[in-house]
């Protein structure tokens, strides 16, 4: 019995380390398998008969338990990225209208430039951007503020056409040599960040976003999220 302790605490030390690290991520994931490791040994050298049995049982119900919950995970996610059928949500046509005219105001004539985007024109953008192959129907922005001078990021809630999940996702925005991108740092659905792959997929329906906070192909220095509004400063050739 005391081998079977060890041997099912490993398995389960192993299964609850899968569950952490697509949760609290990686660091959390060798905590709890190290700890479970080491009281399944304990258990197994000093727990008495009447303990061990528990400790099978605690184990078992963790193993099932932890299977569940991923394949329960897997199948929403999945069934979100995998869901097309139906029409993104249209852009608002005043916030849209906005927007294209702030572009085209900051960069009209060559020389510097200042453009200044808010939220709902960010999120017009965006959604005009979506092609009706997406799996998404909508995305919502909130532009944060950053602290201690620096650059804040994109708060940014992500509706599926599954209705499903929604996901939530956290940007900045990065500027190297003269043009600017939009950088995902964490995208979560629930309690389970998603997959890199899957981040790349969204990543793609940024394409409008990113080229227009590129300047239309002029030289970008500087952005800066604020609260409510994004500023690109550079210049047109």
């Known amino acids: 019995m005391r081998f079977v302790a060890v041997l099912l605490g490993i398995v389960a030390a192993l299964a609850g380390a899968v569950v952490s690290a697509i949760t609290i991520g990686e660091t959390g994931a060798i905590v709890v398998f190290l700890l479970l490791v080491g009281t399944s040994v304990l258990a197994a050298v000093a727990g008495s008969r009447a303990f061990l049995t528990r400790f099978l049982a605690a184990a078992g119900v963790l193993v099932v338990g932890s299977i569940a919950f991923v394949a329960w995970q897997a199948a929403l996610i999945m069934g979100a ?123 793609g329906s940024l394409d409008d976003l990113n080229a227009v906070l590129g300047g239309d192909g002029a030289f970008v220095e500087r952005v800066t999220v604020g609260d409510g509004v994004v500023v690109v400063e550079g210049y047109r050739p």
């Open 81 to 203: 990225f995998s869901t097309t059928d139906g029409t993104a949500a249209p852009a608002d046509p005043a916030a849209l209208a906005s927007a294209q005219v702030a572009i085209a105001s900051a960069l009209v004539m060559p020389g510097p430039f200042t453009l200044f985007l808010e939220d709902r024109e960010i999120e017009a953008v965006i959604q005009e951007g979506l092609s009706d192959d997406s799996p998404i129907e909508r995305v919502a922005v909130a532009t944060v503020e950053g602290s201690d001078g620096e650059s804040g990021s994109l708060h940014m809630v992500v509706h599926f056409k599954s209705g499903s999940v929604t996901a939530d996702v956290i940007a900045t925005v990065e500027v190297a040599d003269g043009s600017a991108e939009v950088i995902l740092e964490r995208m979560s659905m629930g309690l389970v960040t998603v997959p890199a792959s899957l981040r790349d997929e969204f990543s």
